[in-house]
C-alpha cells in the first residue's frame, strides 16, 4: 500500500512540475520580466543524465581539472577585418570575401570559413570571427553574392564549389598566414562545400590539414529526399585528413542520421574522425540570438570553438613555414 502512494506521489509531482513550466511557459514567464527562481529557463522535468562508461573512453576528461582545478586558459586576441575578393579561374567569377586576422603581429595559421544556405549574414560573420579571435588567419568567402543566389537557396549551385575551392589558393598566398596547409571550417551546407574542396578538387594531399564543421550537410543538396536521409555523399568515404564534427542532442533528424551513419564508417575505415554531440541543444546553438538563446547554448558554442581551435592548431603544427631570416635576427 505505502508502495502505490509513493508511485502516486511520484507521478503527480512530476505532473506538477511539468503542468508548472507549461503555464510558466504561457505567461511569458521563461523569457519574460517576471522569471522562474531559477536562473535558467527549464524545459522539462527529467532525471539527471549519467555516464557509465570507462574513464579511458571519456575523451573530454581531464583529471588535472577534476583533481587540481587547473582549467586551460583560452587564446583571446582583439580581430581586424577587411573586405577582399580574388578570383575564380574556371570562369574568371570574381568571389567577396571577409578576412579576418588578430590584430597583433602575426604571421598566424590559416583557416578557411565557408558559409552555408543562411549565407554569410552578421550572424554567420561571427563564427569566421569567433576563430581569429583564437589566432588565426580566418578567410570567409561569400559565394552566394559571387553568383547573385539569394539566401536560403534550395538548389545547389556547383560551380560555387569552384569558387570555395579557389579561396584556399588565396588564402595560401597571404603573406601573414604562417602554414603551408590550411584547415576547413564550416557549418550546415558549408561542410558539403568543404568535403568537395578537400576531395573533389583533390586539396587533402597537399593544401589542406584537416576538416572541422558544425552539423554539416554531408550529402548533395541535389539529390530527392531519401539521398538526404538515408545516405551520405560518396566524397565522405574519400576524406582522409583528421575530421571534427560538432552537433546539438536535438539537431534535425534527416542530418543527425546522415551524419551519424558517416561518422560511423569513417571510424570503421580507420579515420581520425570525432563527433561531439552536445545535451541539451539544437540546430543553430552557435549563432542563435541573444532573444532566444539558452545557457545551454552558449556552453556549447564556447566549447566547440575551443576544441576545434586547439584541434586546428595541433593539425597545422606539422605545416609551419620557416620564418624568414630578417625576423629570425630579431629574436
Partial sequence: MSRKIHLCLVVTASASIAAGVAGAAQSGNLTGADPLAPGTAVGRAMEAPVNTRPVAQKWWWRDRWFDDGILEEPVNHEVSERDVSYVNPADDTEVPAILYRPRTSGPFPGVLFQHGRRGLDPLVQRLARRMAARGFVVLAPNVFDARFIDRFPLTH??????????????????????????????????????????VTFKRQKKDVACYVSFYPHLQDPNLPEPEQVYRYAPEVDKLEIPVRIFMGEYEQYQRRRSIELAVGEMKKAGRDVRLVIYPGVGRGFDFRTPRVRTFADDLATRDSVMRAAAFMRRQLAPWARAKPAANRDKK
Avoid at 171 to 188: A, E, F, N
Wanted: aromatic share 12%; proline share 2%; hydrophobic share 25%.
Fill in 157 to 198: 549551385d556547383y560551380k560555387t564549389e569552384g569558387d570555395v575551392n579557389a579561396g584556399v589558393d588565396y588564402l595560401l598566398g597571404q603573406p601573414d598566414v604562417s602554414t603551408s596547409k590550411i584547415c576547413l571550417y564550416s557549418h550546415t551546407r558549408g561542410g558539403y562545400y568543404t568535403l568537395k574542396v578537400a
